[in-house]
């Protein structure tokens, strides 16, 4: 945003003009010094709220002088003087006075859960008035896949919808969001949706026990090795790579029980996991009964339901997860 200072030097030998608005990490406010003469010097003191910005010296006929004001975050009133000598010989002063804003970064959250690979859209929601929002879809390797745009004005907590089309084969591993303004400022949110189901064979745990029993380990030590592999394949584009061990029960005994159980074993996966070498944090969870793989009803010994997933993302699949110490 641009505003042009009244004039207070004879013969209009210079012309002001303050960019008053600035969004901190993005621009700062500044202001520009426009030389209609050449002068033998040129000396402008300025305070900002706390902060002085000074500046002295010749300037060139034509020449455009940016002095940056990089105040914090804030609305600020900045007040100084001008002092110029000119070629033509004359001299003058004027007085400034004007106020600049910088603005904190705006917040860009997705809405909820969503986001939506299949159909290819999602909401977010601004901190401030919106003016348009754009996105694009990479696969591994950063290909854009897809790309999308949305002019909105809506207001500051309200959801905006955005979708994008598909312009070729890929699998999405990143989604860019970056949303602008009503004063064209712009900040970025990535998002990270990848996330790999590991298959593998369950292991079988004594009854009513978190145990994990020699037998039962090469099932595990198969599973890491395709995990090493995941690893290998998708680790050099995504920053990030975490394991989520998810535990489940059938509906044979109390709700309450089963849930504890399901999350003990869980725990027992995750720690066999990372003490056998994944090298990145390893989270748990116990679902009890609540998510069958199988619907039955109560009291119902259903094998299908006693298991553990194993998923590798780079954000959580949901939340509740436990980090593991």
């Not at 917040?107 to 977010?124: A, C, F, I, Y």
């Not at 029993?213 to 890491?224: D, H, M, S, T």
């Amino acid at each position: 945003m641009f505003w042009i200072l009244p004039l207070a030097l004879a013969q209009d030998v210079v012309t002001l003009s303050v960019v008053k608005t600035g969004q901190v990490g993005t621009s700062i406010p500044s202001l520009k010094i426009s030389l209609h003469q050449e002068a033998s010097s040129l000396v402008v003191d300025l305070t900002c709220g706390s902060k002085k910005f000074s500046r002295s010296g010749t300037a060139a006929l034509g020449a455009v002088i940016e002095i940056p004001l990089d105040v914090p975050a804030g609305t600020w009133s900045c007040k100084g003087s001008l002092l110029g000598s000119f070629a033509d010989g004359s001299e003058g002063e004027m007085p400034l006075s004007f106020t600049v804003q910088m603005l904190n970064p705006m917040k860009v959250n997705l809405d909820g859960g969503s986001l939506d690979l299949e159909r290819r859209n999602l909401r977010v929601v601004l901190d401030r008035k919106a003016s348009k929002v754009e996105v694009n879809a990479t696969t591994l390797g950063g290909d854009v896949v897809g790309m999308g745009e949305v002019l909105s004005t809506a207001g500051p907590g309200m959801p905006i919808s955005v979708s994008w089309e598909k312009m070729r084969e890929g699998e999405v591993i990143k989604v860019r969001i970056r949303a602008y303004d009503a004063d064209g400022f712009w900040s970025e949110l990535e998002l990270l949706p990848w996330s790999y189901r590991i298959p593998h064979e369950d292991v079988n745990f004594p009854t009513a026990s978190a145990e994990i029993l020699p037998a039962e380990e090469p099932k595990l030590e198969e599973a890491l090795a395709r995990v090493q592999e995941t690893l290998r394949k998708y680790g050099q584009d995504l920053l990030t790579i975490r394991l989520y061990v998810a535990g489940h029960t059938d509906t044979m005994g109390d709700s309450a029980y089963n849930q504890k159980l399901s999350l003990d074993r869980a725990l027992s996966i995750a720690r066999w996991f990372k003490a056998h070498g994944f090298p990145g944090e390893v989270f748990y969870q116990g679902f009890g009964e609540s998510q069958p793989l199988v619907s039955t009803g109560d009291s119902v010994d259903e094998p299908r339901n006693r298991r553990v997933d194993y998923v590798v993302a780079s954000q959580p699949p949901g939340g509740g997860w436990k980090s593991l110490p």
